[in-house]
């Protein structure tokens, strides 16, 4: 088996915990990484979603999934960062952000809470 056929399968078998698991670990053996830099890098790479989105909906361009897609995962390895240099976790994240909006919306969504 090749190299990259190796790779290919590595990147099939992650789940979404071993991506968390290999983020946190690129960000421990870092000094480099500290909120600052997370919150930077988050707000690049979300700048490039928003860019693509603009260049589809006001330029007529192709909506470039791929690269957002690949932007996305950018934006989730500076969120992870960010997680770790604030001694975070997704867990902790989902479970305030599932409080308030369920103290702001009930058990839907409407403009006039928003």
Do not use: C, P, W
Request: aromatic letters at 8%; zero cysteines; hydrophobic letters at 40%.
């Amino acid at each position: 088996m090749s190299i990259i056929s190796d790779h290919s399968q590595m990147v099939q078998d992650l789940k979404s915990q071993d991506y968390l698991e290999i983020a946190e670990r690129m960000t421990q053996s870092s000094d480099m990484i500290d909120i600052q830099h997370a919150t930077i890098g988050l707000q690049t790479e979300v700048a490039e979603i928003a860019d693509a989105v603009k260049r589809h909906v006001y330029y007529g361009v192709e909506l470039d999934v791929v690269n957002i897609k690949e932007e996305l995962g950018d934006a989730f390895f500076y969120f992870q960062a960010a997680l770790y240099a604030l001694g975070l976790s997704l867990e902790d994240i989902i479970k305030s952000n599932t409080l308030k909006l369920r103290n702001r919306y009930g058990d839907e969504f409407s403009k006039d809470a928003a």
